[in-house]
């Protein structure tokens, strides 16, 4: 069981960056992609992103794109989800997820993290 803790959440203006981080513990983290979901309250948990085992491919729901960045270094065992320009709509839980392959729907995924709050204030 590999066992993700994101970080780097927190309340920003509108406009301004986020950087936020996804740590595994398992040297394992390797051989899955990585998702980044997130949620507002009663809504369903969207696809944000995605990057290959490898990091050689990305992948982006359409409303980030141009403005979210996802990286990964599997020496660390960490991923990156770099947000610039935010907005209030981006408010939400953010988290991670390791899955085969990178997918938009939250089945595809194996292990995820606790999720971090991502404020964005007008």
């Known amino acids: 069981q590999v066992h993700l803790v994101e970080s780097g959440g927190g309340l920003v203006q509108a406009g301004d960056s986020l950087r936020l981080s996804c740590q595994a513990s398992e040297p394992t983290f390797t051989h899955y992609a990585v998702g980044w979901f997130r949620q507002v309250p009663g809504k369903e948990r969207k696809f944000v992103g995605g990057?290959?085992?490898?990091?050689?491919?990305?992948s982006y729901e359409d409303s980030v794109k141009g403005r979210f960045t996802i990286s990964r270094d599997n020496a660390k065992k960490t991923a990156a989800l770099q947000m610039n320009s935010l907005k209030p709509e981006d408010t939400a839980v953010y988290y991670c997820?390791?899955?085969?392959?990178?997918?938009?729907?939250?089945?595809?995924?194996?292990?995820w993290g606790q999720g971090t709050q991502v404020t964005v204030s007008a």
């Open positions: 997820a390791l899955g085969d392959l990178v997918g938009t729907r939250q089945s595809q995924y194996d292990h």
């Open positions: 990057i290959s085992y490898t990091g050689a491919h990305t």
